[in-house]
């Protein structure tokens, strides 16, 4: 049950937004849902397949060019194509192309086996002169072999037997998609990719291609297996290879096509060899072979990432939204990089939506997803991060600091590649945003080794950072001119989510400095000769933390999203049509700058990362304000709003936010699901559940959980791993139970009292049906 997203729509809009639904990936390789055979001439499609990281370089054009501005920008690569498969009848001479735009559809079912790893189409076709055949695609993108790309179409005769053709292709003539309509998307050059070698080798087919300015360069080698006697051609173009097959259909068939893709990046300079050696060795490999490693795969990711919802007074609606946060979890997986050369992008491997860039979207709100179930891949993000240190420097510097790491806003390499700096580059929060990440990341695992050969150094350079860039003012330590996670309002004094997020960054890089000291003062010197830094430099970090400026409002009891925002006028909502939004594609900047208007959470964000800064009151004064002037133009929004309702005991409206982060990109909500998927926001259902409903926090002193339940949900599940602990953690309408699965015994916190767990014996409470935080009782122990 809810393990398959099916689909039978032959709506060529809806086909269009499946091309990212049906996306298949590992996090090095993404294909797009595109069928093989094709569309319409007139349809609307973007075809692609993408490498992780695999960019090239574009000028960034400016009418008034000024010091620090980028010059150019990354932008991944739609790269060599080897999805098309086009399959001809054949009688008396005269040829009938399969597509279900022609002829009859007499039965038609598309699936995305989320347990399985692979999509499915099941097609029976009558063509306009009555021959019919029923046929199956199946494709996946290995999640154990990392350069696979696998194919497998079967065709059965139904009432024709007689010469079929299949034409099989793979070509380098291929495009970037441009939108100069929409700043999310690409507006400037298409054409990034040049063929530079086309060669048949063995009977695999060789399409090497390289970038334009990057200098990096990718092989696709295809093979095919046919199940039947067969006749076959190739011919060799200027960009590719098209290979052609023919046999008789009197029984059914099968084709098999594996696709190797290699890069420069990560494979070296003599991909052709290296693309024939991977070939020998999955020479006997089949379709059914792949699918049986990727089933085991995905059965450990479920045992460890699954949410399991329950319920028998909503019972569609709970479908659907189990099936939508399988869907998002499945997509998290297959989009992840695992190399210190990729990260996740705002759009995963699903499409080229902000040009394939990786933002603060990962430390935020994906980053959680896997630190608690499968941290071993979090840590490779953070690894990420490391390698683009230098870069971060450099950036600094540009932008007239002595000391520090500004990482990018928007990047593939590590360098910035955002040219709207006011809500770009000024989003100087993204600094702090990684070190809350290898934070999270120590107090989930305790790895101090990590520190020592990677964490330390990323603290300290950002801990840097706050202190060249703020300034004391009254005794107490201000950050001036910059943007919060809210891009409706930028260029601000104390944006209150960058200045509390700089004062945890500077109070744990001073905390991580004396840890590391006492347990291995050897080891940290290293760090500290590598980077030359005084003793003197983390005084001032506790300095600027203790006195660090954070903004509050006493007549309101909130905390104001920077020093001028309550001074603005109040964003006429009642006056503004539907058609108007997001407001960012129809209102000038200075427009929205000018008005108490948030795209997103801001002081919101803040309060769930860091709500021991703030008393309870604030939060909830902070969020009944917020909430009234902010649109959720942003897909990272709503997930945030789900769990501070949930923290402040708004029941009701935490599970309305819920619901619309679980089903974003299933139901097209944003209305630009075409353009790839919404990742961020994927992380957000996750969140939603575990952070929100069941109240999960990981602070200093341990794990704590303060659960919840929807009144329309019976139960709910899921897995976390924390300190090398496999805990399940099971909630209904009465009780909740956790229980150790792996690991040693360990100390938990429910509803703020502590709680020692082990094997033999769950915790089990009675849940809270009210507030759960300020003047309620603690629950009681049921065991």
């Avoid at 709506?11 to 090095?28: A, I, R």
């Avoid at 595109?34 to 075809?47: D, H, L, S, V």
């Avoid at 939508?324 to 992008?345: E, M, V």
Wanted: net charge negative.
């Amino acid at each position: 049950m809810n393990w398959r997203i099916h689909s039978q729509s032959t709506d060529l809009e809806v086909l269009l937004n499946e091309e990212s639904l049906f996306f298949t990936g590992n996090g090095y390789i993404g294909v797009r849902g595109n069928f093989e055979e094709g569309y319409p001439a007139q349809a609307a499609t973007i075809r692609g397949t993408y490498l992780n990281a695999f960019y090239d370089i574009a000028d960034i054009p400016y009418g008034e060019k000024h010091h620090g501005f980028p010059e150019q920008k990354q932008k991944i690569v739609n790269l060599i194509d080897a999805q098309t498969i086009r399959i001809a009848l054949i009688e008396h001479g005269k040829e009938e192309w399969f597509s279900l735009f022609a002829g009859d559809l007499l039965h038609y079912d598309r699936f995305l086996h989320l347990d399985k790893g692979y999509t499915e189409r099941l097609v029976h076709w009558r063509s306009p002169s009555g021959k019919e055949i029923r046929l199956r695609f199946r494709r996946l993108v290995s999640l154990t072999e990392k350069e696979l790309f696998i194919q497998e179409v079967r065709l059965e005769p139904v009432n024709f037997h007689g010469t079929v053709k299949i034409v099989s292709t793979v070509t380098g003539d291929v495009s970037n998609y441009v939108d100069d309509q929409d700043p999310r998307i690409a507006s400037d050059v298409s054409k990034l990719l040049s063929v530079t070698d086309v060669r048949m080798e063995k009977g695999i087919a060789l399409v090497e291609a390289a970038t334009s300015r990057s200098g990096l360069r990718a092989v696709c080698a295809t093979t095919h297996d046919l199940s039947v006697d067969h006749k076959r051609t190739g011919q060799q173009t200027t960009h590719g290879v098209v290979s052609t097959f023919t046999f008789s259909l009197s029984e059914p068939v099968v084709l098999t096509r594996k696709n190797i893709y290699m890069d420069s990046l990560r494979h070296g300079t003599d991909l052709i060899r290296q693309a024939l050696q991977a070939h020998a060795r999955l020479q006997s490999v089949t379709f059914p072979d792949m699918a049986e490693q990727q089933t085991q795969v995905l059965r450990d990711f479920w045992q460890q990432a699954d949410i399991t919802i329950e319920s028998d007074r909503e019972l569609r609606e709970a479908a659907l939204l189990q099936e939508g946060i399988r869907f998002n979890l499945y997509h998290l997986l297959q989009s992840i990089g695992r190399d210190p050369y990729s990260n996740i992008a705002a759009k995963g491997l699903s499409g080229e939506g902000y040009e394939g860039h990786y933002f603060w979207d990962t430390e935020i709100f994906m980053f959680p997803v896997f630190l608690f179930s499968q941290p071993d891949l979090a840590r490779q993000l953070l690894i990420y991060r490391y390698a683009t240190l230098e870069e971060a420097r450099i950036r600094a510097r540009e932008l007239g600091h002595q000391k520090g790491a500004l990482f990018p806003w928007r990047t593939i390499s590590g360098s910035e590649c955002s040219s709207f700096f006011p809500a770009g580059t000024a989003q100087y929060h993204i600094s702090a945003d990684i070190a809350y990440s290898y934070v999270q990341y120590y107090l989930a695992t305790r790895d101090l080794d990590f520190f020592y050969d990677y964490g330390a150094e990323m603290l300290f350079e950002t801990a840097r950072l706050w202190v060249d860039l703020g300034h004391y003012h009254q005794g107490q330590f201000h950050i001036h001119e910059v943007t919060g996670p809210d891009e409706y309002t930028c260029l601000v004094n104390n944006n209150y989510y960058t200045n509390v997020m700089a004062k945890y960054n500077l109070k744990w890089a001073a905390k991580m400095y004396a840890m590391l000291k006492q347990e291995n003062a050897d080891r940290l010197h290293r760090v500290v000769e590598k980077i030359s830094l005084d003793p003197e430099e983390v005084e001032a970090w506790l300095k600027a933390a203790a006195q660090m400026y954070l903004p509050y409002d006493a007549e309101r009891n909130i905390n104001p999203q920077d020093d001028d925002f309550l001074n603005k006028k109040v964003w006429d909502f009642a006056g503004t049509p539907a058609d108007r939004y997001p407001l960012l594609l129809h209102y000038h900047p200075l427009t929205l700058y000018r008005h108490q208007v948030c795209k997103q959470a801001d002081t919101v964000l803040a309060h769930f990362l860091l709500e021991d800064e703030q008393d309870f009151s604030v939060m909830k004064d902070s969020y009944d304000y917020y909430e009234k002037i902010t649109t959720h133009d942003s897909s990272l929004s709503s997930c945030v709003f789900s769990i501070m309702a949930s923290r402040l005991g708004y029941q009701e409206k935490a599970y309305d936010y819920f619901r619309e982060t679980a089903r974003l990109d299933l139901d097209n909500i944003h209305g630009n699901t075409k353009d790839g998927l919404h990742l961020a926001n994927m992380g957000g259902t996750w969140m939603a559940i575990v952070m929100g409903f069941a109240g999960l926090r990981l602070k200093e002193k341990g794990l704590s959980f303060a659960p919840s339940i929807p009144e329309k949900w019976n139960a709910y599940s899921f897995s976390i791993q924390y300190l090398g602990r496999l805990l399940h953690v099971s909630i209904n309408q009465q009780e909740i139970r956790i229980k150790l699965v792996r690991g040693e015994g360990l100390s938990l916190t429910l509803y703020d009292r502590p709680y020692q767990l082990d094997a033999t014996k769950p915790v089990q409470l009675n849940i809270r049906k009210k507030s759960r935080f300020p003047g309620v009782e603690a629950a009681d122990d049921i065991l």
